[in-house]
């Protein structure tokens, strides 16, 4: 991983956020600051935390990369280039990084070792639109 920025602690209040249900006001911490981590992606969705590694993956869809933070040393570099114009990621009970990949129309895992299974790409016989 390169850095390609390092921000540094860049807090701000918290803007005002607009509760629809009341039940997430217990989960909302209101002295909570936002922290810009990264400047320079022009799309980006689909964040996933890494616990374990201290470390924060998310998609920059039109540039069609993936980026990984991290907490330690508070760089940002590029995970995976190209990504598939990956979009929506998650992580599955084994703790791998599942992703929907809009260019291939599939769902996919990364294995421990990197290498990449297809989890779906068709239902009732046809292929994905966009996962």
């Known amino acids: 991983m390169s850095a390609m920025s390092e921000i540094g602690s860049r807090r701000y209040p918290d ?10 006001g217990a989960l909302r911490l209101p002295s909570a600051s936002v922290e810009c981590l ?4 022009r799309w980006s969705e689909g964040p996933v935390w890494f616990g374990d590694g201290r470390y924060l993956l998310w998609s920059d869809i039109p540039n069609n ?3 990984r933070w991290d907490e330690q040393s508070g760089t940002v570099g590029v995970f995976r ?3 598939n114009n990956a979009n929506g990621n998650t992580r599955d009970r ?12 599939r769902v996919t895992r990364t294995e ?3 290498s990449i299974t297809v989890l779906a790409e068709r239902f009732a ?6 996962p």
């Not at 803007?15 to 997430?24: E, I, K, N």
């Not at 016989?125 to 966009?130: D, L, T």
């Open 15 to 24: 803007p005002a956020v607009r509760v629809l249900d009341p039940r997430f």
């Open 38 to 41: 990264f400047q320079g992606a």
């Open 65 to 67: 990369r993936m980026l």
């Open 81 to 83: 280039q190209p990504s």
């Open 94 to 105: 084994a703790g791998r990084l599942v992703t929907c990949e809009h260019l291939t129309r």
């Open 112 to 114: 421990y070792d990197g």
């Open 125 to 130: 016989g046809k292929r994905f639109n966009s």
